[in-house]
């Protein structure tokens, strides 16, 4: 599986994927709103886009289908219960389902709602497990609720699914935030040094060049797997006083996603 990431540089941040297969040069577009730089990369490549898949409905990861359809043929991918709100779509995709790439490369499809609720992340397995999870997670932080979304499900996501993955699972974002992000699991745990020594860094990162975090590394950095941290809990309670002595990780998951949202 060769993967290709790719920055739109965008006022959203997006990042695109190329996902292929090294032995046909067939490759899968993940949310490929910037069509003319995946399909400039495709052709550098000398890869043949043959499928479009939508992490989820939003108009910023849907919204180069229909050119990248025109110019290729590709079948457009996405959640079954997105049938109604992304045109054109060819295959709707239950938890469970496998997309082939070529000959070599095969991507579990995983239910992921929350952020809204008919998303689905790519998982990889093999020597080199990886996750491509749209606006679920993102690196050191989580998708918001705001459009379509429910933080509870986002929750469930997150601790019944993607904390359960290998840990030296890559992680591919829809969205280049990490330098935002962990400002914010610093503003709420301020002796988490992993976040500190990572930032400066992140702050002058070239999203050309992103890094790819690890599954592992999430567990250190993002606050969102950090729930049963103390000094989270304790900072929490400054904003909510009646936070109880033994918060349950829901709680600690919808407290820290509504200060985010105001943050
Ligand atoms: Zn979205």
């Given at each position: 599986?060769?993967?290709?990431?790719?920055?739109?540089?965008?006022?959203?941040?997006?990042?695109?994927?190329?996902?292929?297969?090294?032995?046909?040069?067939?490759?899968?577009?993940?949310?490929?709103?910037?069509?003319?730089?995946?399909?400039?990369?495709?052709?550098?490549?000398?890869?043949?886009?043959?499928?479009?898949?939508?992490?989820?409905?939003?108009?910023?990861?849907?919204?180069?289908?229909?050119?990248?359809?025109a110019?290729?043929?590709?079948?457009?991918?996405?959640?079954?219960?997105?049938?109604?709100?992304?045109?054109?779509m060819?295959?709707?995709?239950?938890?469970?389902?496998?997309?082939?790439?070529?000959?070599?490369?095969?991507?579990?499809?995983?239910?992921?709602?929350?952020?809204?609720?008919?998303?689905?992340?790519?998982?990889?397995?093999?020597?080199?497990?990886?996750?491509?999870?749209?606006?679920?997670?993102?690196?050191?932080?989580?998708?918001?609720?705001?459009?379509?979304?429910?933080?509870?499900?986002?929750?469930?996501?997150?601790?019944?699914?993607?904390?359960?993955?290998?840990?030296?699972?890559?992680?591919y974002?829809?969205?280049?935030?990490i330098?935002?992000?962990?400002?914010?699991?610093?503003?709420?745990?301020?002796?988490?040094?992993?976040?500190?020594?990572?930032?400066?860094?992140?702050k002058?990162?070239?999203?050309?060049?992103?890094?790819?975090?690890?599954?592992?590394?999430?567990?250190?950095?993002?606050?969102f797997?950090?729930?049963?941290?103390?000094?989270?809990?304790?900072?929490?309670?400054?904003?909510?006083?009646d936070?109880p002595?033994?918060p349950?990780?829901?709680?600690?998951?919808?407290?820290?996603?509504?200060?985010?949202?105001?943050?």
């Open positions: 599986m060769i993967v290709e990431q790719i920055w739109t540089a965008n006022a959203y941040r997006n990042f695109n994927y190329l996902v292929a297969c090294a032995q046909t040069g067939e490759a899968l577009a993940i949310d490929p709103l910037d069509h003319e730089k995946c399909l400039a990369t495709a052709k550098a490549k000398g890869w043949t886009i043959r499928q479009i898949l939508n992490t989820h409905e939003h108009r910023d990861h849907t919204g180069g289908n229909q050119q990248m359809v110019t290729t043929g590709a079948q457009v991918l996405a959640h079954a219960n997105a049938k109604d709100k992304i045109p054109g060819d295959r709707g995709l239950s938890a469970g389902d496998v997309i082939k790439i070529g000959k070599t490369v095969e991507l579990e499809c995983l239910d992921t709602p929350g952020h809204t609720m008919c998303h689905i992340c790519l998982r990889a397995h093999g020597d080199q497990p990886a996750l491509f999870c749209g606006d679920t997670l993102f690196n050191a932080g989580a998708g918001n609720c705001h459009n379509g979304g429910h933080p509870n499900e986002l929750y469930q996501t997150f601790a019944t699914q993607l904390a359960k993955l290998p840990g030296e699972t890559l992680i974002p829809g969205h280049d935030y330098a935002r992000n962990l400002a914010f699991t610093l503003d709420r745990e301020p002796d988490n040094a992993k976040a500190k020594a990572m930032l400066p860094a992140m002058k990162q070239d999203a050309g060049q992103a890094l790819v975090t690890t599954l592992n590394l999430e567990k250190e950095i993002n606050t797997f950090r729930l049963t941290s103390p000094s989270v809990i304790t900072r929490l309670r400054e904003a909510f006083p936070l002595d033994h349950s990780p829901m709680t600690v998951f919808l407290k820290l996603r509504e200060l985010r949202n105001k943050w």
